[in-house]
């Protein structure tokens, strides 16, 4: 009986605890609704804040980062921005920069970009020129805006003024072109390859000579271009014309060509230079001589006087007369069957062709070349002898007498290519001889009044004198050449 009464009293409280806190936790639950239901109506109504509202006005507030992002901002105004300039080429270049730039370093990094000297540079925003001591904030450049950038006339008036050039092809102010160019050792050096009278007349100190050749330089070209423009005329008028399509064809064939010279001038230079033929120092029969290492040569050669000199004329075999062909011909006398030689601290047989040439002493060929296993090692300049028992290294250009420097081939010398057999002559196989490709011989050149003139118009160009002596001599006093060797042409 009390345990029933007991249990319907803990009843009655567990009934009225919950009703007490139902109604407890319905009015917090409302009050807090409606905190929020008022928050989202007050955010949503301003655009600025960006929160999103569901149909029944549920939404997320965004104020508060957004205003915390703008007082970030209005305490520093340093922040990375890009903007975009567009040359008066219409080249368009972009760069990332800091707000607070100056439109000086901004200057720079545009003549990197466009290779215009930050003095051409006049930066324009929204028409308005812009100072070099102008930050970006401070002119209201935003990112992603767009500035103008022209070239500023008046930094480039004076020097435009006067390396300009008048309407008949001569310079406005010959004497202030004429410094520029020479101040250029690059387009001299092009200058003394392509247009040999100009290069001189602009290291010389005649202005009115100057102003001549630039007026025919413009004449010229005038009439190049107006040929070229009566060409296309007719290959326009009647694209049939036989005529018409040899000459196009001679033009599209010379264009080629030039166009491969221009390669070879910027990615081969060095082939326009001469080749100093390979000679060593040797001794025949005790008199020493320089003797042309030719592997072109059927057999080794020595001329009638070099022989005499030598003291081995007496033992010339007229038996083996004949005549050596390839490039001219020469005529054989005879030949030596054998005579010593000197390579470096050995001495070796050798046999010799004699030839009535006097533009050639000796001539190593390649009959001894093999006999002596000898071998031409270009990347150490040396000549080994004897499979390898002897060295002796390749005579410099300084090392050779002048009389060798000619750059004329000589007619009446033979050459191994065509090489026959002598007239008249069965008995021996290897009677046909050839001779050097290409034997230098040069002459002195007379040191007078015009040559000390040469040196001094060279010497004003930065060059040493004994380079300029040395560069007019190789070049038999020739200017426009050694010129063009000084320059590295």
């Known amino acids: 009986m009390c345990c029933g009464r007991i249990c319907m009293l803990c009843t009655c409280l567990l009934l009225v605890v919950i009703a007490i806190g139902f109604l407890f936790g319905f009015g917090v639950f409302k009050d807090g609704f409606h905190k929020i239901h008022d928050s989202v109506h007050l955010d949503c109504g301003d655009p600025r804040f960006g929160c999103g509202v569901g149909r029944r006005g549920y939404g997320f507030p965004a104020h508060a980062e957004v205003k915390q992002r703008e007082r970030r901002r209005s305490q520093t105004d340093d922040y990375k921005m890009r903007i975009t300039v567009m040359t008066a080429g219409e080249q368009i270049i972009t760069l990332d920069v800091d707000s607070q730039e100056t439109v000086e370093n901004v200057k720079a990094l545009l003549e990197v970009e466009s290779n215009v000297p930050i003095q051409q540079q006049q930066l324009l925003y929204n028409g308005n020129e812009m100072r070099n001591s102008d930050k970006l904030s401070a002119l209201g450049v935003k990112d992603d805006d767009l500035l103008m950038m022209v070239s500023n006339a008046s930094s480039g008036t004076a020097a435009g003024s006067d390396l300009g050039m008048n309407p008949d092809g001569s310079a406005l102010n010959p004497a202030v072109f004429q410094q520029h160019l020479r101040g250029d050792a690059n387009l001299m050096g092009q200058l003394y390859q392509t247009d040999p009278e100009l290069a001189q007349v602009i290291t ?75 000679y060593v120092d040797m001794e025949v029969n005790g008199v020493p001589l320089k003797a042309f290492v030719d592997s072109g040569a059927q057999s080794t050669i020595i001329s009638k006087t070099c022989a005499e000199k030598c003291g081995l004329l007496r033992l010339m075999d007229q038996r083996y007369k004949g005549i050596a062909h390839g490039v001219g011909q020469s005529e054989i006398l005879g030949r030596i069957h054998v005579a010593p030689i000197k390579i470096g601290n050995n001495f070796y047989p050798c046999s010799f062709v004699v030839l009535d040439s006097p533009n050639m002493e000796f001539l190593f060929g390649l009959d001894m070349l093999r006999k002596h296993q000898c071998t031409i090692d270009l990347k150490d300049n040396v000549l080994t002898v004897g499979g390898g028992e002897v060295s002796v290294p390749f005579l410099q250009e300084k090392d050779l007498p002048s009389r060798f420097l000619d750059e004329e081939r000589v007619p009446n010398q033979a050459s191994s290519s065509g090489a026959t057999a002598p007239s008249g002559f069965t008995e021996k196989k290897n009677n046909t001889v050839a001779s050097p490709a290409s034997q230098p011989s040069r002459q002195n050149t007379s040191e007078g009044p015009e040559f000390e003139a040469k040196i001094a118009k060279l010497v004003e160009l930065g060059f040493s004198r004994e380079a300029v002596i040395q560069a007019l001599r190789l070049f038999e006093g020739n200017e426009e050449q050694a010129a063009g060797f000084l320059f590295g042409g």
């Open 204 to 278: 010389g100190s005649d202005l009115n000579k100057l102003q001549d050749v630039l007026r025919s330089r413009h004449q010229q070209r005038s009439v190049l271009q107006r040929q070229k423009e009566e060409e296309l005329a007719l290959l326009y008028a009647d694209p049939f014309d036989v005529e018409a399509q040899k000459k196009i064809e001679a033009a599209i064939r010379q264009k080629g060509i030039d166009e491969n010279w221009e390669a070879a001038l910027e990615h081969n230079p060095e082939g326009f230079a001469r080749v100093i033929m390979l």
